[in-house]
């Protein structure tokens, strides 16, 4: 049988979680061909080499060592299983040739404008267009602006003449809950302008979990990445808006958010009030529609004050040290927590970074502790975290991580010096907090 490839430009989060997860589903499909009875249909499309490629050397090295370039939970496992059907490779050119289907999942950075970078998008198409010999589906999971698809079929079309598809087909998956996204995806998007390639993706996609497809022109599905990114945005300062009424009103943000997420119409999720989002996708997905609203003269008004709502709510830790400690010269702040959300080192737009400048503004000096994250310039990290809330006055609970939150609080009170605790995720008990003699604030409640 002749050896069918797919290729995965870019070992980062999205190609690399995607290429172990396809790599593992490829298998599964082998298996259940071996074993299905004869009435039973098979799967069609089996693909025996996913290519993994990426410029960089050294990644490629670490990753055929089994080295992972981030932590994300499962991912080394999963990658390690399949180490046959994997080839991490920097051969973009013999990868191209060998795949029926190339995804492209570099990164595209964003500016503090919202002005996205698409060289890496462009370089890499503009290759293989010039590569290509025959029929290739080419597959965006890059997230980019609407309307780099077309651009992207111009730049093939202009360096090879024979037939191909470029379909859009945006990635959901968060980070430390990325291996089970990919493979029980909510939605699989696949932006097409025809059936053939809508076909083979889903023929792909087969053995995974997809609770819908959703077929949309191009230019939608890549809309519905940037939409659904700032959606959740929305939500989070939505909530942090009604945090800072609970606080006027004295209501409890909790309650309300329970209260509210019940309606279905609304749902529970990202209504945790707290020191805002952070993180690579978010925010500068955001920033990108605000500016793609811009560039049609359109002033997109909610996101702006999304934006600017998820900024205080990091400057209002400050605030509430500064209310409870008076003024911070010299005082000793301990942080529990510094990636942007637990279960990943990722320190990408992470509300601490924002949170230790302030500090230091402000002359205090601030110890941290984080499971994963073991270096942030200029910050002194320690490796345990009743080291970081030793002789501190006061403590803010940054990110929250399974271990922070159960931590024996009783011991961290007497490691203390002062017994100002500010949870910025309001996960903890406040009755217990308080019973045991903190002075304990969080967000809204
Ligand atoms: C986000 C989206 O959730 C994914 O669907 C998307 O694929 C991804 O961006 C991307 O575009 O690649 P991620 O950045 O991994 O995923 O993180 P989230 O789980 O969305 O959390 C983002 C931030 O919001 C974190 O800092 C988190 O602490 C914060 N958050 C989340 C809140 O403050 N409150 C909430 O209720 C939920």
């Known amino acids: 049988m002749k050896s069918k490839g797919v290729s995965i430009i870019g070992c980062g989060y999205v190609g690399l979680c995607l290429g172990a997860c396809l790599a593992d589903n490829e298998k599964n499909k082998v298996e259940y061909n ?21 410029i960089n050397q050294k990644r490629i090295d ?14 080394e496992d999963l990658v390690k299983k399949n180490t046959d059907i994997l080839s991490f490779t920097t051969d973009f050119e013999g990868s191209v040739l060998n795949s029926d289907i190339i995804f492209i999942a570099v990164g595209t950075p964003t500016d503090e404008k919202g002005n996205v970078d698409l060289s890496g998008v462009f370089n890499t198409v503009k290759d293989i267009g010039k590569i290509m010999k025959d029929y290739k589906l080419i597959v965006n999971k890059s997230t980019v602006p609407v309307g780099t698809a077309d651009l992207v079929k ?3 079309r202009e360096n090879y003449s024979g037939e191909f598809d470029v379909v859009s087909n945006p990635e959901f998956l968060r980070e430390g809950k990325a291996i089970h996204d990919t493979i029980n995806p909510d939605r699989v998007v696949i932006g097409s302008e025809n059936l053939r390639a809508e076909d083979k993706l889903k023929s792909l996609y087969a ?21 659904s990114n700032a959606f959740l945005a929305t939500k989070i300062s939505f909530i942090n808006e009604i945090a800072r009424i609970c606080e006027i009103t004295g209501a409890d943000v909790g309650q309300v958010a329970l ?17 805002g989002y952070g993180g690579s996708c978010l925010p500068k997905d955001n920033r990108s529609l605000i500016r793609t609203a811009g560039d ?10 999304v934006e600017e709502v998820n900024k205080n709510q990091r400057e209002l830790v400050i605030d509430k040290l500064e209310k409870n400690l008076g003024n911070l010269d010299g005082k000793v702040v301990g942080l529990l927590g510094l990636s942007f959300k637990p279960n990943t080192d990722d320190m990408r737009a992470a509300p601490s970074l924002d949170i230790i400048k302030y500090l230091k503004e402000k002359k205090a000096i601030v110890k941290a502790y984080d499971p994963m994250v073991k270096a942030v310039e200029g910050v002194d990290i320690v490796d345990d ?10 403590v803010v609970l940054v990110t929250e991580w399974d271990e922070i939150r159960k931590l024996d609080f009783i011991k961290v009170k007497a490691w203390m010096k002062g017994n100002t605790f500010i ?23």
Do not use: W
């Open 259 to 275: 209260g509210m997420g019940l309606d279905k119409r609304i749902g529970h999720d990202f209504l945790q009030a707290g020191i």
């Open 296 to 305: 049609g003269d359109y002033d997109f008004k909610i996101l702006r004050a």
């Open 154 to 156: 111009k730049i093939i």
């Open 207 to 227: 053995g995974f979990k997809i609770n819908s497809f959703v077929c949309a022109d191009i230019r939608s599905a890549e809309l519905i990445k940037y939409a």
């Open 62 to 75: 670490d990753l055929n060592k089994g080295i992972m370039p981030f932590y994300e939970p499962g991912l």
């Open 34 to 54: 071996s074993t299905r009875s004869l009435f039973e249909e098979g799967f069609k499309d089996i693909y025996d080499k996913i290519y993994m490629v990426d």
């Open 385 to 394: 975290p009743y080291k970081a809330i030793e002789d501190a006055d006061a």
């Open 423 to 445: 949870d910025g995720r309001n996960c903890l008990s406040r009755e217990y907090m308080l019973d045991n003699k903190f002075n304990y604030i969080s967000i809204g409640r």
